[in-house]
């Protein structure tokens, strides 16, 4: 789904940033120390950056370009799918780093390369009709399910009920439950977004008289020592404000996705499949769609292509992780939950088209198709292509609580079924200290793989433009393109070789304690060690992914 983690707008849960230094593999910085607690925004690249250079915890891309990279050239053009909302192919940092179907005439309205798909020379949108009309919004899979049961057993008699329909009614109770919740956590985020909105508007009139100006600083705000409670009122919620990078247009932003929600994934009356036109109930079918790429908002795709694989070196916006890598836009994604029928055709396309690895920063809790989906990962599974997945923004442990689609076959959570190629990616932030795994992003010892920088990712936006966003959809394309620079430079290493040397060349932190994630904002701060949050117990390193790759190919 495409949305950003909501940000948490409960101001009695403030908390003091320490400043204790964990033990790292890296050496420590030389130059004088970066405050942290006072930083209020990291560098645009920080998520390139090196620690033992910049004391910022990022992949060491930079300095593996500046070194090892340095005098070699790559040896193959990867390609990368984009399973997600839509891509911009014509930004200007990213047009000349799109894939190109050759064996597809353009415009020309035939299947030139008979592949099934008509003019698609960017990719195929599996969320489009044959009209040329595209699903933008959409339910969430919770609603849809919510509104199948509800149909069938809203009025029905149980006491009429056979043994198999008893199970099927005890489920739907147990999703009406969970609907319900959902909704009355929507309105409580309004309620909670809306008292941020007028907290924050008398916090900023009380210090602009105190102060006497408009332009006060963190600083200020962070020295103030409040002689009554207004003034320690406002301290606590300007404090906030600050470190949180919270403005005007992020709340109207969180206001509008909150009604976008009510209006269209909560609501059960809310359908719009007809415009795709294929038959929904057919599962099998997989030719069907248009080719437009983009979609009504490219947003959160071009973001997410911009960091796998923006033009490098062109003095123009960002630079990608990887070089000599394509991007294939495969849209499946709308602005609600993904279908599982979507994301199993547009996972088999990836593959029948030649992508060497899938991006896929989409996730839900409820997968009603879930075999489609299996099918669909295993064929990936059988011809090597690496599917890079993000672990999801619900601050939960994925351990306990799956999002899908998952690399586990079949319906049991930890059965011994499970695709080879796959990586399940957390998300950490640019603060090296309690703060550093990102506050929305899920985890688990045994489903996440591994976390890449995924807080104020800084990359391209539809109509060359640029923006910084948060997410473990943020953090996956970080691994992606990392996975795509190693398959460049080192072709004759496997995609289960390239999982491993990601896997296994992590920066670890075997001293450092986090803030666990939490659920629900009200539940009290706990700290955990880093390390007991991830199969890798570390954070993606770039450089020395590299070092072991070119160790690992002169074996």
């Known amino acids: 789904m495409k949305r950003s983690p909501i940000f948490l707008v409960i101001f009695a849960l403030l908390y003091g940033c320490s400043t204790t230094e964990p033990t790292t593999t890296k050496t420590q910085p030389a130059q004088p120390k970066v405050d942290f607690s006072t930083l209020e925004k990291p560098p645009q690249n920080w998520h390139h950056l090196d620690e033992s250079q910049t004391q910022f915890r990022g992949i060491s891309s930079k300095q593996a370009y500046q070194s090892i990279l340095k005098k070699k050239k790559p040896q193959k053009e990867v390609v990368v799918a984009v399973i997600d909302g839509g891509v911009d192919t014509n930004h200007e940092d990213l047009k000349d780093n799109i894939w190109v179907n050759t064996d597809e005439i353009p415009n020309n309205q035939k299947d030139d390369d008979q592949n099934g798909y008509v003019d698609d020379i960017h990719g195929w949108n599996f969320v489009g009709g044959p009209d040329g009309k595209n699903v933008d919004d959409d339910t969430f899979e919770l609603t849809r399910i919510y509104r199948r049961l509800n149909k069938q057993f809203k009025n029905i008699d149980t006491t009429s009920l056979s043994g198999d329909q008893n199970q099927q009614y005890n489920y739907y109770q147990e999703i009406r439950s969970d609907y319900e919740a959902e909704v009355k956590k929507l309105y409580r985020q309004y309620s909670n977004i809306t008292s941020l909105e007028q907290n924050k508007k008398r916090a900023n009139d009380i210090l602009v008289a105190h102060f006497g100006s408009l332009d006060y600083t963190h600083k200020q705000v962070e020295e103030l020592q409040p002689s009554n409670r207004q003034l320690n009122f406002a301290k606590n919620v300007m404090s906030y404000v600050f470190e949180h990078d919270i403005d005007s247009t992020l709340i109207a932003d969180q206001k509008k996705q909150i009604y976008e929600f009510a209006k269209y994934g909560y609501n059960p009356d809310f359908n719009p499949r007809h415009i795709v036109g294929d038959d929904y109930e057919d599962k099998t079918e997989q030719y069907y769609g248009n080719n437009d790429v983009a979609g009504p908002d490219p947003s959160h795709g071009t973001h997410v292509g911009g960091i796998i694989a923006a033009v490098r070196d062109n003095e123009t916006g960002v630079n990608g992780v990887a070089a000599n890598t394509k991007i294939m836009g495969v849209r499946a994604v709308p602005n609600g ?219």
């Open 337 to 555: 939950d993904e279908r599982d029928k979507d994301v199993a055709n547009a996972i088999r396309y990836a593959v029948d088209n030649g992508a060497d690895i899938i991006n896929m920063s989409f996730g839900k809790s409820y997968s009603p198709y879930k075999e489609v989906v299996d099918e669909a990962v295993k064929y990936a599974d059988k011809n090597g292509v690496l599917m890079v997945h993000g672990a999801g923004n619900e601050s939960q442990n994925i351990d306990q609580k799956p999002k899908y689609p998952t690399d586990v076959y079949g319906s049991s959570i930890s059965g011994d079924s499970a695709a080879t190629h796959w990586l399940s990616v957390g998300a950490t932030s640019w603060k090296p200290n309690e703060n550093f795994i990102a506050n929305f992003s899920n985890y688990g010892d045994q489903k996440v793989d591994i976390f890449a920088p995924g807080v104020a990712i800084y990359s391209t936006m539809p109509d060359n433009k640029y923006k910084r966003q948060d997410g473990t959809s943020m953090a996956s394309p970080v691994v992606a393109g990392s996975a795509a620079l190693i398959m460049a430079y080192y072709p004759e290493l496997t995609a289960q070789q390239v999982k491993q040397v990601l896997m296994e060349s992590v920066v670890k932190y075997p001293q450092q304690k986090v803030i666990l994630p939490k659920e629900n904002p009200a539940q009290e701060a706990k700290q955990v060690f880093f390390h007991t949050l991830s199969v890798s117990d570390g954070l993606i390193n770039v450089y020395q992914a590299l070092q072991a790759a070119e160790q690992l190919s002169t074996q």
